[in-house]
Every structure is written in structure tokens, then in C-alpha cells.
């Protein structure tokens, strides 16, 4: 079976129009020593059924299937999706959107955006959300460079306790930049040491995680204060897990300015790193100064409800030395998962399955520390937590891995002052069951 859809006629006619004589003619444009000159080095063809069969086999040597008890989190995390999601987003009018570039024939897609911001909105206490980004670390990085915008200042600082890769994409781009990224050290409770923080001159911006990356909830009400001590400091909260704010303190109730992060757990498979979501929201007086694409809604001539694309600040509508950001789109499906994800919960589901990821976290964290695992941090965390582990743990973790166990994240190459500890997650997908099971295996 081929899977090329145009007969040798097809070809022809299509060259006919195009004006070339064959297929080598239509690419005639690009110069020679571009091109490539030799074969492909391709496997034979196969059959469908034969495709699927390796594809199978190939999906078999992944930790990643039903059978797997998968310990693992650091910014993307296995939770269960609503059947509603799975079905809704498969209707043809809402898996092929795509933001429109002429709204006003649009008022489908334009409503759904604008919902998802009223949810993102309340979910983390802000004025204004945008209609999302790529992901939660591109997030932090535009809303660094808004707090720049704002306060007309060269210098941020970043808490090492935010996420490694986030704090990676930052410095991608910073990098050609003459603005300036300062880390803010790990105190011993695995929260983020503000002390010398009044030493490091103005600052646009700090921006801290919480939950950070050990799982630690920040205290981001006294982070706030000590940052607004600076009026013109904007405060950031980043995070990768938003279905904390179901339990938790929202980032806007907390003072702060920016809220950013990844909305992967709200609706989206993990399907093996991406796509994400990134979710940005801020308070109303910075709206000039946010990335991305704003929906709101108005009245037509008539009197009749309309939703128009409000402010779209990037390089497709404006001058491109005036936009918020080049390099910045929204991720119009996942915000539809999150939409219907939100909705179908609700805040009394959202609260009642945070209380469970949180509960059955607590319950591992202290099996593991009365088993003689404790873990390094004392302040309280959310869904997931650090453990340190005997010597020779790397070689339990394999053992554990053949038997479907994945037994959490070592932290040595992003923290090498903690590289005999493991970052732990548990979530709703996990059993009393598979938490024993655990603590079973890694103290025999």
C-alpha cells in the first residue's frame, strides 16, 4: 500500500500550472550546492499493519505505557482527563482552529479563547490573562522581559528553586541582550533565601516558583512584601503545576504582579514532552505592556454579543520594534483542552483533586521517612518532594525501572549538591496500593 495520493496525472497537471516541465525544473530555484545529490538512506517500505506492528514494538521499549507506575513529575505531570475533553476536542470545528487573523468571521474560536481567559483569570486571582503561549517556560521568560517594559530597568532575578529548564530558556532569551539574570540561592528548608536580595541594586522584576521545582510551597505572600519594598519590583510567580491553586493561595491573592506557568495538567496528555501550554495572566495596569493576543468581548451595532481581538501586540499586526514579543504565539488546542478541563471540574472538583494529589503525596513522604528516607527540606509541599536515599539508589532505580517502577527524578545533574536525592510525584493516577508497593521495594 503507497501512501503518496497523486497519480503520475496529477503530477503532470500540477507542473502544467506551476510552468515546469518536471519535478527537477520546480525546484531549479534552489542552488546547487544546496541540494542533495544522493539517495536517502531509508528502510524498505512496509506495509500498514506491518508500520503499526513497529511502531508498537518501538512504544514497548518506553517507560511511559498503562502498565508502568510512572513516580515522576519536574514539570509534567499524568493526570486523568475527562472522557468530555477527549470527545469534545475531536469535533473537526475545534481540532483544526487556528487563532484567526480575521476575527470579526470567527466568533467561535474568539468566545472559547476568551472563557479560557475567565477561567485562567480566577484560577490564579489576576486581572487579565492572555490568550496563552507556548509553554510555562517561554512564559517566565516573556514575563521577565515585561517587567522590563514596565519599570524601564536592565536587571531581574530568577530564584534557583524554579524549574531548571525554565531558568535555561530565560537565559536563551537574555542572551543577546544587554539586560542581566541574577539567581537567588536555595535556603536549607527548600525555599528561596530573599535575604540579600535588598544588595542587588534595582530590579525590574524577581520571579520565584510555587510549587517550586522540589515540590515546596513558597510563602508568596511575605515574598511580595519584601519585593514590593521596591515599588517599581514587579513580582513573579511561575509554576508547572496549576492545579496547586485549587488548594493553595492564588498567585493574584499573594500580591503578585505576573502569573506564569505551564498548563499541561489541565486537560493535556504528557504525550511525551509536548505540546504544552503556557498560561500568563497580570494585573490590568500592565496590559500594554503583556505579550500575546487578547480577546474580549463587546456589542455589534445591533446590541448583540461579539467577541473581537482586542489587543494582539506582536510583530503580525504592529511595527515590529514596537511589539511585546516576536517570537510568540498562542497554543489555540491545548487552551481548548484546559477550557473544557476547567469547566468539567470546576473550582469544587479542582479543590477536591488537589486535596487528593496532596494527600496521597503526604502519605508516600511519610511511609518513605518512617522507612528511613526522609526527605532534606522541611517546608510543605504539594504534590511532589525530595527524598534522599542510601548509597547505591541509581542501581535500585534500574531494578525498579524492569519492574515497570519508575521510581522518581535524581536531581545531580541540576542541583550536584543534592545528587544523592530523587524528586518524587504523586498524583490521582497513583493507588494506596502503588505507593506501598514502592515502599516496599526501595526498603528491601
Given at each position: 500500500?503507497?501512501?503518496?495520493?497523486?497519480?503520475?496525472?496529477?503530477?503532470?497537471?500540477?507542473?502544467?500550472?506551476?510552468?515546469?516541465?518536471?519535478?527537477?525544473?520546480?525546484?531549479?530555484?534552489?542552488?546547487?550546492?544546496c541540494?542533495?545529490?544522493?539517495?536517502?538512506?531509508?528502510?524498505?517500505?512496509?506495509?500498514?499493519?506491518?508500520?503499526?506492528?513497529?511502531?508498537?514494538?518501538?512504544?514497548?521499549?518506553?517507560?511511559?505505557?498503562?502498565?508502568?507506575?510512572?513516580?515522576?513529575?519536574?514539570?509534567?505531570?499524568?493526570h486523568?482527563?475527562?472522557?468530555?475533553?477527549?470527545?469534545?476536542?475531536?469535533?473537526?470545528?475545534?481540532?483544526t482552529?487556528?487563532?484567526?487573523?480575521?476575527?470579526?468571521?470567527?466568533?467561535?474560536?474568539?468566545?472559547?479563547?476568551?472563557?479560557?481567559?475567565?477561567?485562567?483569570?480566577?484560577?490564579?486571582?489576576?486581572?487579565?490573562?492572555?490568550?496563552s503561549?507556548?509553554?510555562g517556560?517561554?512564559?517566565?521568560?516573556?514575563?521577565?522581559?515585561?517587567?522590563?517594559r514596565?519599570?524601564?530597568?536592565?536587571?531581574?532575578?530568577?530564584?534557583?528553586?524554579?524549574?531548571?529548564?525554565?531558568?535555561?530558556?530565560?537565559?536563551?532569551?537574555?542572551?543577546?541582550?544587554?539586560?542581566?539574570?541574577?539567581?537567588?540561592?536555595?535556603?536549607?528548608?527548600?525555599?528561596?533565601?530573599?535575604?540579600?536580595?535588598?544588595?542587588?541594586?534595582?530590579?525590574?522584576?524577581?520571579?520565584?516558583?510555587?510549587?517550586?521545582?522540589?515540590?515546596?510551597?513558597?510563602?508568596?505572600?511575605?515574598?511580595?512584601?519584601?519585593?514590593h519594598?521596591?515599588?517599581?519590583?514587579?513580582?513573579?510567580?511561575?509554576?508547572?503545576?496549576?492545579?496547586?491553586?485549587?488548594?493553595?493561595?492564588?498567585p493574584?491573592?499573594?500580591?503578585?504582579?505576573?502569573?506564569?506557568?505551564?498548563?499541561?495538567?489541565?486537560?493535556?496528555?504528557?504525550?511525551?514532552?509536548?505540546?504544552?501550554?503556557?498560561?500568563?495572566?497580570?494585573?490590568?495596569?500592565?496590559?500594554?505592556?503583556?505579550?500575546?493576543?487578547?480577546?474580549?468581548?463587546?456589542?455589534?451595532?445591533?446590541?448583540?454579543t461579539?467577541?473581537?481581538?482586542?489587543?494582539?501586540?506582536?510583530?503580525?499586526?504592529?511595527?515590529?520594534?514596537?511589539?511585546?514579543?516576536?517570537?510568540?504565539?498562542?497554543?489555540?488546542?491545548?487552551?481548548?483542552?484546559?477550557?473544557?478541563?476547567?469547566?468539567?471540574?470546576?473550582?469544587?472538583?479542582?479543590?477536591?483533586?488537589?486535596?487528593?494529589?496532596?494527600?496521597?503525596?503526604?502519605?508516600?513522604?511519610?511511609?518513605?521517612?518512617?522507612?528511613?528516607?526522609?526527605?532534606?527540606?522541611?517546608?510543605?509541599?504539594?504534590?511532589?518532594?525530595?527524598?534522599?536515599?542510601?548509597?547505591?539508589?541509581?542501581?535500585?532505580?534500574?531494578?525498579?525501572?524492569?519492574?515497570?517502577?519508575?521510581?522518581?527524578?535524581?536531581?545531580?545533574?541540576?542541583?550536584?549538591?543534592?545528587?544523592?536525592?530523587?524528586?518524587?510525584?504523586?498524583?490521582?493516577?497513583?493507588?494506596?496500593?502503588?505507593?506501598?508497593?514502592?515502599?516496599?521495594?526501595?526498603?528491601?
Amino acid at each position: 500500500m503507497r501512501y503518496l495520493p497523486h497519480t503520475q496525472e496529477d503530477i503532470q497537471q500540477m507542473l502544467q500550472v506551476a510552468g515546469a516541465a518536471d519535478l527537477e525544473a520546480l525546484f531549479s530555484s534552489i542552488p546547487d550546492d544546496c541540494r542533495r545529490k544522493d539517495e536517502m538512506n531509508l528502510p524498505d517500505p512496509l506495509t500498514e499493519w506491518e508500520l503499526n506492528g513497529h511502531m508498537d514494538r518501538l512504544a514497548a521499549g518506553m517507560g511511559a505505557s498503562s502498565a508502568y507506575k510512572v513516580f515522576l513529575g519536574a514539570g509534567s505531570y499524568n493526570h486523568y482527563i475527562p472522557e468530555t475533553t477527549r470527545q469534545l476536542l475531536l469535533r473537526g470545528e475545534i481540532f483544526t482552529a487556528y487563532t484567526p487573523y480575521q476575527p470579526e468571521i470567527s466568533q467561535g474560536t474568539l468566545q472559547t479563547i476568551y472563557e479560557y481567559q475567565t477561567l485562567v483569570c480566577r484560577l490564579l486571582g489576576m486581572e487579565v490573562a492572555n490568550a496563552s503561549m507556548y509553554d510555562g517556560a517561554s512564559g517566565l521568560a516573556e514575563a521577565l522581559l515585561m517587567t522590563i517594559r514596565a519599570s524601564r530597568r536592565k536587571r531581574v532575578a530568577v530564584s534557583r528553586a524554579v524549574h531548571p529548564l525554565y531558568r535555561k530558556v530565560v537565559e536563551t532569551y537574555f542572551a543577546p541582550t544587554d539586560f542581566e539574570v541574577i539567581e537567588l540561592p536555595v535556603g536549607a528548608d527548600g525555599l528561596t533565601d530573599f535575604s540579600g536580595l535588598s544588595d542587588l541594586g534595582e530590579l525590574a522584576g524577581v520571579a520565584l516558583q510555587s510549587p517550586n521545582f522540589f515540590g515546596c510551597i513558597e510563602d508568596l505572600e511575605a515574598a511580595g512584601q519584601t519585593i514590593h519594598a521596591d515599588p517599581k519590583t514587579l513580582f513573579v510567580v511561575a509554576f508547572s503545576e496549576p492545579l496547586a491553586y485549587g488548594l493553595l493561595k492564588s498567585p493574584g491573592a499573594c500580591g503578585a504582579d505576573i502569573a506564569c506557568g505551564e498548563g499541561q495538567s489541565l486537560g493535556i496528555p504528557q504525550s511525551f514532552g509536548g505540546p504544552g501550554l503556557g498560561m500568563f495572566a497580570a494585573r490590568q495596569k500592565y496590559v500594554r505592556t503583556m505579550p500575546g493576543r487578547l480577546i474580549g468581548k463587546t456589542t455589534d451595532k445591533d446590541g448583540k454579543t461579539g467577541f473581537v481581538l482586542t489587543l494582539a501586540t506582536r510583530e503580525q499586526h504592529i511595527r515590529r520594534e514596537k511589539a511585546t514579543s516576536n517570537i510568540c504565539s498562542n497554543q489555540g488546542l491545548c487552551a481548548t483542552a484546559a477550557t473544557m478541563y476547567m469547566a468539567a471540574l470546576g473550582g469544587t472538583g479542582i479543590r477536591e483533586l488537589s486535596n487528593l494529589n496532596r494527600d496521597r503525596a503526604e502519605y508516600l513522604k511519610a511511609a518513605l521517612a518512617d522507612a528511613g528516607c526522609a526527605s532534606p527540606f522541611s517546608a510543605p509541599t504539594f504534590n511532589e518532594f525530595v527524598v534522599r536515599f542510601p548509597d547505591g539508589f541509581a542501581d535500585t532505580w534500574q531494578a525498579l525501572l524492569e519492574k515497570k517502577i519508575v521510581a522518581g527524578l535524581n536531581l545531580a545533574p541540576y542541583y550536584p549538591e543534592l545528587a544523592d536525592c530523587w524528586l518524587m510525584c504523586v498524583t490521582e493516577t497513583l493507588s494506596k496500593e502503588d505507593l506501598d508497593a514502592l515502599v516496599k521495594e526501595v526498603t528491601r
